[in-house]
């Protein structure tokens, strides 16, 4: 799965933060409300406009980053 084919990235919306094609939800937010102890089903009940694909097209776009990132080892 790309998961560019269900994120985008745009200056206009939500200041360029990564949301889900066709919503104003940010990649963050849908993490943080499962992060929070909520469960999947609850996500779709409270935004029917999304899905299970945009779900895991969300936990691709942060795995993704995470592999980009690089970390300044003097911060540590």
Known sequence: ??????ISIDPAIRFGKACVKG??????EILDFLAS????QELLADFPQLTHADVLACFAFAAARERRAQIDPAST
Do not use: F, S
């Open 1 to 6: 799965m790309n998961p560019m084919d269900r």
């Open 23 to 28: 919503t104003r939800l940010t990649v963050g």
């Open 37 to 40: 102890d909520r469960t999947e």
